[in-house]
């Protein structure tokens, strides 16, 4: 349907599934067994006939590139043979839902070896209750083909319940006498999250595309707001051009934050009216074939003066949010450390709220206190890909070999002795620094796509709870300053980094700083020009 | 937050949470005992860190009118008091989600008579791993306040896990020293169904506000079909009025099912272009405060002609359903049986089609050999509430007590003897008749609300895999005939018929007939003057 989406001057491949299953296979240091890895059902919501939204299982989509529910993929490290295992057609069914496809069509759609139907009952069976049955069922297939490997899975019975089952565990390698929940499928997950890590050249266009579907979306907004008077109306300009371009899923629940609201971070109601509010951060990126873009915009919110501040202070908070992310885009290169872009971000936002007068005291106590957390309580960036929030790179499990990442290179290099002392700016202790190697894991490396997303916010309920209520903390906080900062909100910028061999690429294109104000004004212009604050009015409630 | 939304002309009452589990109380025949109902938790994705949408337990709803995740609510028969227990506060994810209700919000926003905390940790944890803490923690809080009622449950280890689950059977009336789950819970679920079929004032006004809403965006659509060239770009344009009004929540799954595509009844993926299909079916209702709308128009693609029939047979097929529709609807009136209902749009569609020579041969053989299911294949229609599915009337549980509706009456008449050879026009046998006495459950009653939504469909699929491979059948159609409809791809036309005391109230708004057609030829004018044509064409991909 949507192949057309992502062409780029030439013809669609298809999703490199078999190249990812060599990779997660290279990574596994095993040379027999079977992957088996389950697609997301189909279910309905509890107590009621409504199906419940389809997510695809992403451990599932990186080896197939499918996106139908039901499904099963078994990759055999011995052979190189990856098979899509089908739910058999239901015809009965067709005339209600259509239907799933068929070996033929799978075929052609996607980079398997093979495509196969499950037996006819485990299309409609959910599975946590029919995994016995589904694995009966398929026994003969599987003994058939692979005498050596699944059979003793399937004859061990407490080790059914995990062969299909769709919880975080339910990677599982099944493989031979040696296989064993725990360790093995603990062992594959890391193995596909390290491969997940690094994207090929398909993931970074899918990417690619969902930044610009979104970026057309933040575009309309920019356009329209200033007509609009309420933060659903934001919302829905923007999904409408993301569904008009059949990029309805989201990556995530979008933020339509105004005033205030710009200051809780995952914001999702989007309901409330502008009013006399300053600021709106919109935080909202759409999907494209499962991939995922991430993008935050800033906008005024000035009715009478659209595309302007609407307050020096207002400002001033959004310029010390740009310089700070366009100090940190700068860093985003290969072979350096996210933790040093981290903290060249925790840095600036110190520094830059010392010379507002917001915070106050010496630089040194501050940073030590962590006084900054109060205004910008958040990280700086996450990997992006299946998920908004990627797998980033992690210290391999105990009992593994040496595994590489999908580019063939190891993760893991020492933490420099300078970065080893990270409480200095008093992030909790990362979880991709392994803490008896202190290598560290966020070295950047080509083929990453990692957000930038520096901000400042103004939440009384978090100063309030645990910075103004104290002295430790308050002493470096400027109460008569911060009162005139209280009504911006919030200010973020997000965009999506591409780590390249020379450097970075930023795959986000929505417009910001000058260029967005910009795109306010025309808007505005044009509006008057079509009369378009009428048609506004006449569309309220 | 969209309260104001429900206004009409006064005050905006409080949801009915109380007088609901008085009247579900009235219907268990129960002196002892407590009504508890867990509302839905907000869980993540598998395998990922983001949230999976939410959506409340149409049961706790019902209840309390609460919309906020991982509540439970307790009614106690004896002392009539209904309590909602709100998840505790977590400080320290304010400035992420913000909060939930306190206590204080709770009791000026919903009919409840207390509000209290649930331990601390229970808010986050995830409800099945969690439940022997939670009725830990709570075990102090019940003994405290009903030590007669509810301690036997908590001291009995295999009845723990029934409390606060959340699969279909979650619904638990604890009831002192007899609470068993499997009749107990079917007792109250039952009980809380029945009262749900009939409508109070609140929830019709809810109704109709979503049906509100939903008139509007299929207006919207109207006015903007001539220009959209491609099935998503229409539910774009739907989707951007509800979100606009604050009804982003769809009673379930939209669907814009252009040419072939309008007739596989549940399609969903809404990504074709319009090519040069003759019409496009549009199924889309939103919801408000969690009580449904279910909308379908269909309309003709006609971009040479907006708001004109594109050929004889559509307008023929589009003129039968509206034929068919009318004459159902005016038999919608208290005392009336669903099943007359039904039987009148089977008997109308059989006679237009015989007309139109699509099915030819006897009359009376056609009905006996069902033909006519190969171009009607659905119900009539279906009961609209917190389910856009509704729970119907159904016969009670074999070991219940006579039970009334909302209303104080008794559900179940006798079936007139002439209504019993139900098999005359073909349905599967129907639950809402008693097999032994049977009674027919399908009498209207004033504050049902229930669709009345008859189709012809030209599905290839169903009439060639179920009826032109199969002789019995094939002798009824005739394909020269045929072959002109299969173009025409389907029609349905939905209205949510509310049963007054003196007839009907028609809840749907949504243009329909010559009125949907003169409001696209009205769309395709303004926009020919606006220049629409130019705006359509530069938001394309």
């Known amino acids: 349907m949507v192949l057309r989406m992502i062409a780029r001057g030439g013809n669609i491949d298809k999703y490199p599934a078999k190249a990812h299953a060599r990779r997660v296979a290279q990574n596994l240091h095993e040379s027999k067994g079977i992957i088996v890895v389950s697609a997301a059902q189909l279910v309905p919501w509890p107590n009621s006939d409504m199906p419940a939204p389809f997510r695809q299982d992403r451990y599932f989509y990186y080896l197939t590139g499918c996106n139908e529910p039901g499904c099963r993929v078994t990759y055999e490290l011995e052979t190189d043979i ?46 946590q209750e029919g995994t016995d049955v589904i694995l009966s069922s398929l026994k003969g297939e599987l003994e058939q083909n692979w005498p050596h490997s699944v059979f003793h899975i399937i004859a061990n019975a407490a080790k059914l319940d995990l062969l299909f089952s769709s919880t975080p565990d339910d990677v599982v390698l099944a493989s031979g006498i040696r296989s064993s929940k725990g360790t093995k499928a603990r062992q594959l997950q890391w193995a596909i999250d390290s491969c997940r890590v690094i994207k090929d050249e398909h993931e970074i266009n899918l990417i690619r595309q969902a930044n610009r579907i979104s970026a057309r979306a933040h575009e309309a907004v920019l356009k329209h707001i200033h007509h609009l008077s309420n933060e659903a109306e934001a919302e829905a300009e923007y999904m409408r051009v993301c569904i008009a371009h059949h990029a309805k899923e989201q990556a995530y629940n979008p933020i339509f934050g105004s005033g205030v609201n710009a200051a809780e971070l995952h914001y999702v109601n989007n309901d409330q009216d502008f009013s006399h509010r300053q600021m709106i951060v919109i935080d909202a990126g759409c999907e494209v074939h499962c991939y995922a873009s991430d993008v935050t915009r800033t906008l005024p919110l000035n009715r009478s003066n659209p595309g302007h501040w609407p307050s020096k202070e207002a400002e001033q908070i959004y310029n010390l949010v740009a310089k700070v992310q366009e100090a940190c885009i700068a860093q985003m290169i290969p072979g350096n450390s996210f933790y040093r872009v ?18 106050k005291g010496d630089k040194d106590e501050v940073r030590k206190a962590g006084t900054w957390r109060g205004f910008f309580p958040h990280g700086l960036g996450h990997h992006v890909g299946l998920e908004v929030h990627d797998v980033p790179p992690r210290p391999p499990p105990k009992d593994s070999k040496d595994i590489v990442a999908g580019d063939g290179q190891p993760f893991q290099e020492p933490l420099p002795p300078t970065w080893r002392a990270l409480d200095w700016y008093n ?115």
Chains 1, 2 share one sequence.
């Open 82 to 127: 990856l098979t899509l295992w089908l739910p058999a057609i239901d015809k009965s069914r067709v005339i209600w839902t259509g239907r799933g496809s068929t070996v033929e069509e799978a075929l052609a759609k996607y980079d398997i070896d093979e495509g196969r139907y499950l037996p006819a009952h485990t299309s409609t069976l959910p599975l």
């Open 342 to 359: 981290a903290w060249l971000a925790t840095e600036m936002t110190m520094a830059g709220l010392l010379e507002l007068g917001i915070l």
């Open 427 to 541: 992030t909790p202790q990362p979880h991709n620094i392994d803490p008896e190697t202190m290598k560290d894991y966020t070295i950047l490396r080509p083929g990453m796509i990692i957000t930038i997303e520096p901000g400042v916010y103004f939440n009384s309920f978090l100063l309030e709870n645990f910075f103004l209520n104290d002295p430790a903390q308050r002493q470096f906080i400027d109460q008569d300053v911060l009162k005139r900062f209280m009504p911006v909100g919030g200010v973020r910028i997000e965009d999506d980094m591409l780590i390249t061999k020379d450097g970075h690429e930023n795959l986000t294109l929505a417009p910001k700083g000058e260029a967005m104000l910009e795109c306010i004004r025309r808007g505005a212009e044009e509006g008057r020009r079509a009369g378009r604050d009428q048609v506004s009015r006449e569309a309220r409630p």
